[in-house]
């Protein structure tokens, strides 16, 4: 005769197997957060172009993916390690408090250990499945960002600079994982991306500045003692990236199609700066931000579009 007490533990079997489904799939999204996929994504899309850009027409999938892989493993490891050396400011400011380190969803050790092993692991892989230059860039890209960057922004504005370079690298990446040497069309790359950055950063943190302010992070736009001091700023990198997004014209890698593109994007991007300078408000501020996630992704596809052109 069965025992009384087994019932009860037979019946609540599916609901603690649902419970345990849950606390992994929380824990997995924990992780996921970890990485900040948005931002990985762009990155990955923008090594994509370095790519396409870089193999002189002779395009393979298999060494991209593996460089894909791998510079994703990267960029993995600096978010975690970015999440861990920030939880402090993090957890001062309501847009990062519910991250998994300042809610106390993950322990510090366990992201230590997945930024390290993950940040290793893809510089490791790039240098036995792509080539050497890459994975060097790559530890470049992930020692910046993290070790360089990242303290940086509770002791100097400077940091803002500082951090466009990793930001600027990934299609650089992808160029040279095409077998592209560090020439002039990687620079072309770089350059757009580095002052691209600018308006874009600058727009967010201004409309975040107080908390940046109260986390006590030295960005711009917290420490301006000015109005229209961001705005100008804005401004001034808008203006420049009009003429270096027509570097690769000068390079070869597209034609008078991508030329066009460019400058008409390049006017539209001055031009919501140029409203963000004369008045600085929450909404001409998201204006420029959209307007920067505008431009980027339109005038990759123009390039990458135009340059495939030249090649048949």
Not at 21 to 47: F, H, N, Q, W
Not at 164 to 179: C, H, Q, R
Not at 212 to 223: I, K
């Amino acid at each position: 005769m069965r025992s009384s007490s087994s019932a009860p533990t037979l019946a609540t079997t599916p609901e603690a197997s649902a419970n345990l489904g849950s606390v992994i799939a929380a824990r997995l999204a924990d992780y996921r957060e970890l990485t900040k996929p948005r931002i990985a994504v762009m990155a990955l899309i923008t090594v994509t172009v370095g790519y396409s850009l870089g193999s002189a027409g002779e395009w393979a999938v298999a060494p991209l993916i593996h460089a894909l892989f791998g510079i994703a493993l990267v960029a993995s490891g600096a978010s975690a390690l970015n999440q861990l050396f920030e939880v402090k400011t993090d957890s001062r400011m309501p847009r990062t408090a519910n991250r998994p380190l300042p809610a106390g969803r993950l322990l510090s050790s366990e992201v230590l250990l997945f930024g390290v092993l993950t940040g290793g692991l893809g510089v490791l892989y790039l240098a036995t499945r792509v080539n050497l230059l890459t994975a060097g860039l790559a530890l470049a890209t992930l020692v910046l960002y993290a070790g360089i960057y990242t303290p940086l922004k509770r002791v100097t504005s400077l940091c803002t600079a500082i951090g466009a370079i990793p930001g600027a690298l990934p299609p650089v990446l992808g160029w040279t994982a095409a077998g592209g040497r560090l020439d002039g069309g990687a620079f072309a790359l770089f350059a757009i991306l580095f002052l691209w950055q600018f308006p874009h950063f600058l727009a967010i943190a201004w409309m975040y500045r107080e908390q940046y302010a109260n986390a006590g992070l030295r960005m711009l736009p917290a420490f301006s003692p000015k109005p229209r001091v961001i705005g100008t700023m804005s401004v001034a990198y808008a203006a420049a990236l009009i003429p270096v997004s027509l570097l690769p014209e000068q390079y070869a890698l597209a034609g008078t199609a991508y030329l066009w593109v460019a400058l008409i994007l390049g006017l539209g991007y001055l031009a919501c700066a140029v409203r963000f300078m004369r008045n600085e408000t929450r909404a001409s501020a998201r204006g420029l931000l959209f307007s920067s996630l505008i431009y980027l992704p339109v005038l990759l596809v123009a390039l990458t579009w135009d340059h495939w052109q030249l090649l048949q």
